[in-house]
């Protein structure tokens, strides 16, 4: 196995690790009593139309062609996260459109991963994208937490 073969497997199981880590933990506060919602949309139109992007929910910095996109989100500790599913030929258009968003780093990783970072309303988002494993697809992840 050549080297960059080698770090990709190392950055696709990265991202593997991430998501079930992190839905591993919006699974343990449901059991401990935390205020969890959840919801989910088949594409970024949908979500705009019900509201979370309005709300905080959903990251407003999302690929034009988001589709199977997840949340969940905790009115206690106001945190979220969640997940979305969009054609990787959109990938260089949504990092140009990050680079522009106001206080975005946007940081390219091995295996055609990227991860932006930005701060809205009182909020600090994180999003992780790497290429699934469906053909001509992009999968991607966020976090969102307070800044305190």
Same mark, same amino acid.
């Given at each position: 196995m050549n080297e960059v073969t080698r770090k990709r497997l190392l950055s696709i199981g990265g991202v593997i690790l991430f998501i079930v880590v992190?839905?591993?933990a919006l699974k343990v506060s449901d059991y401990v009593g935390l205020d969890t919602v959840s919801s989910r949309h088949a594409? *970024? %139109? %949908? %979500? @705009? *139309?019900?509201g979370v992007i #309005? @709300?905080? +929910?959903v990251p407003e910095l999302l690929p034009a062609g988001s589709n199977d996109i997840w949340e969940t989100h905790n009115l206690d500790t106001n945190t979220g996260g969640g997940g979305f599913q969009f054609p990787s030929n959109d990938l260089e258009a949504f990092k140009n459109q990050a680079r522009q968003f106001a206080g975005a780093i946007v940081t390219e990783l091995p295996g055609n991963m =990227? @991860?932006?970072e930005y701060s809205r309303d009182r909020s600090r988002i #994180? *999003?992780?994208l790497a290429p699934s494993p469906q053909a001509n697809a992009m999968?991607? =992840? +966020?976090?969102?937490?307070p800044v305190r």
């Open positions: 992190y839905g591993i594409n *970024l %139109a %949908a %979500a @705009r *139309l019900d #309005e @709300r905080g +929910w =990227v @991860r932006i #994180e *999003l992780l999968t991607g =992840v +966020w976090s969102m937490k």
